[in-house]
């Protein structure tokens, strides 16, 4: 009887100790993935985290100091399009139902200002994955105790989205000038929402700057589903460039209109519609020429890590990953990093790492900014050598990428292009 009881204490001491050699999985590392679930935007939210955490977890998980953890992902519908409440009620539960270690995404500044204080509530890292907006990291600088857990993932700001689609539209105004040896005519053409403000007092002041007649401003609904009214008016107008800025599914019903109408003018800015592989079907092929800012375009490459991130996820969800599925950068890149470089899930840790981090992502380097008083911001970097963006247009049924083509940021400076880059096309309507 003694002898049994002494093999059954040896067994029981060797499971305690292969136990606790193995990794230990009874622990995950819960990240909140919040955006507009129903929209692309919220979609590619998810689908970008969905791949990071697949690609982390086959890998063995995340080495958390001497534990090894999962990630586990946690999917809230903001709803943000159609109501903030929803989106802050979202946002609340991740922090007190779900009880979530991070949270990532965000898309409209409306709805993630509000997020963005509910996070800092509860302390939790929350990186953006969508909302432009300067302020919502002017507030780190101004208040760094609360605000430092939030960080900007995508995109660079509006000052400098404003000026990377200043210089998409200068190019487009060059190949006008070329080919038709015509004044260039602009509109401007904005959805009614906040991250357009700024930018379209900025546009109304730069635009005659840059030597073009600005014909009139036109600001349809985000969710408008008719705007002939306005295309008539431009088209009365003489414009021959059109000033988009476009995040919502206006962007759809502009673009397949104008192109219904042969509207004699040349789409530049941003639609972040005309991004997707879907763009070409739901514009029924009248999105042709549609040339607008992006951040991923087959065939295009930043660095070595853009073409396996693009054909990684276009493989997993048979589309080209738009801005917002840097979800992906935002886990893969700079959380789980961090994370195993602190040993901890610890927040303030993990912050004081990664603020000070450089580092590569699919779409450039990120280094995070500092203001003109020395304090940290947490926002990216924009320019030659960290994020620049990319424009793409459509050309006969393809996303191909156009700029920077041929782009010198300043007087003296290198020119910057990237592999896979082709020629800007006009629609040929506009030369009859």
Sequence with gaps: MKILTLGWRLLLTLC???????????????????????????KSHWNGAVMAAEEINAKGGVQV??????????????????????ATNAMERLMTQDKVDFVVGGFRTEAVLPMQDIAMDYKKIFIGCGAATKSLCDRVAENYNRYKYWFRGTPFNDNYLVRTSFSHLGAGAAVIKNELKVPVKCA?????????????????ATIPKMGFELVGVWRPSAVATDVTAELSAIQKSGANLIFTLFSSSVGITFARQ??????????AGINVEAQKEGFWEATKGMGNYVYTSSTYIRGVEYSELT????????????EV?????DTHTAIAE??????EAVGSLDADKIVAYLENREYLVPSGKVKYEKDAQGRPTHDLTWGPGYLTGLAGQWQDGKFVGVWPYKW?????????????????KIPPWMKK
Aim: aromatic share 8%; charged share 20%; proline share 8%.
């Design 16 to 42: 305690i100790v292969m136990a606790m050699c193995l990794p230990a999985w009874g622990r995950t590392i819960k990240i909140g993935v919040i955006g507009p679930m129903n929209f692309v935007q919220g």
């Design 65 to 86: 100091g001497n534990e090894k953890m999962k990630i586990e992902l946690v999917k809230a519908d903001s709803n943000e399009f159609l109501n903030v409440t929803d």
């Design 188 to 204: 401007i053409v904005a959805e009614k929402a906040a991250w357009t403000e700024g930018m379209v007092k900025v546009a109304e």
């Design 258 to 267: 104008a192109g219904e109408l042969k509207i004699p003018a040349l789409q």
């Design 307 to 318: 073409k396996p991130f693009v054909e990684g996820y276009f493989k997993r969800f048979g």
């Design 321 to 325: 990953p738009t801005y917002t599925a």
């Design 334 to 339: 700079a959380l789980v990093p961090s994370i």
């Design 408 to 424: 010198v940021a300043a007087p003296g400076a290198p020119e910057v292009t990237y592999k896979g880059m082709v020629p800007l």
